[in-house]
């Protein structure tokens, strides 16, 4: 079964410095592996993904994510944080049989704050 | 914004009321989607909508009733809910095509408390 993992429900992190929000997925077959971030009473909003290629992908306000097959991993990573990054984060994988739809399966969430 | 809007924002009702939430986007997209969004849980995807046609509903009591009368527009139509349904209910849409790997946009949500 498809599945995405969080293991932190929170990441600490001062202002300025860089910053990790984990992400684990297991899957059968080719990953296609999404970041969303969630602002206080907002909807989700999509960072960036990973379909194929290169496995540093960049995103969105400054975001980039390190897609690692040997580890099952797709940590998102940013090289100095702002307070306004401070929300919640959700990794996602494709659902294998989404079909013409991007059927999504998500994980938990990591909340992520940053001091001043 | 991402230009999928949801109404109402907020939300109250009692165990025997009925109400619905919508759910409107203007980015020309042919699939829909309804989520449930509780703390601590993962979002649950709830129904899928490709081109008004209902392709998925995850196990999702029959309390809740979706209704895509067209491509913009999706409804949840609410009716004897339980107190365990209280949640932010999002709305998202995506582009049909590219292999399913099209990101979703996501509405606001509606945030419904069930007394």
């Known amino acids: 079964a498809q599945s995405v993992a969080q293991p932190e429900d929170q990441v600490n992190v001062a202002e300025g410095n860089p910053l990790t929000v984990k992400c684990t997925y297991s899957?059968?077959?080719?990953?296609?592996l999404f970041w969303y971030v969630q602002y206080p009473n907002r909807g989700l909003q999509f960072l960036l993904k990973?379909?194929?290629?290169?496995?540093l992908v960049k995103g969105s306000y400054g975001f980039e994510a390190e897609f690692n097959k040997s580890q099952t991993s797709f940590h998102l990573k940013k090289p100095s944080a702002l307070v306004s990054d401070s929300a919640l984060y959700f990794c996602a994988v494709r659902a294998l049989y989404g079909g013409a739809t991007n059927k999504l399966i998500f994980g938990t969430g990591t909340l992520l704050a940053v001091q001043p | 914004e991402t230009g999928v809007t949801q109404t109402p924002r907020h939300l109250v009702m009692g165990m025997t009321n009925k109400k619905s939430l919508k759910c409107e986007q203007h980015l020309g997209h042919n699939a829909m989607y309804w989520y449930k969004q509780s703390a601590k849980k993962p979002l649950e995807l709830m129904f899928v909508y490709n081109f008004k046609e209902q392709t998925e509903n995850n196990s999702v009591p029959s309390r809740f009733s979706p209704e895509c009368p067209n491509s913009s527009h999706l409804f949840l139509h609410l009716h004897t809910l339980q107190p365990e349904d209280s949640a932010l209910y999002l709305c998202?849409?995506?582009?049909?095509?590219?292999?399913?790997?099209?990101?979703?946009?996501f509405g606001p949500g509606t945030r419904l408390t069930v007394l």
């Open positions: 998202a849409s995506s582009p049909l095509g590219a292999g399913g790997l099209s990101e979703q946009f």
């Open positions: 990973y379909i194929t290629g290169d496995n």
């Open positions: 899957v059968s077959g080719n990953p296609y």
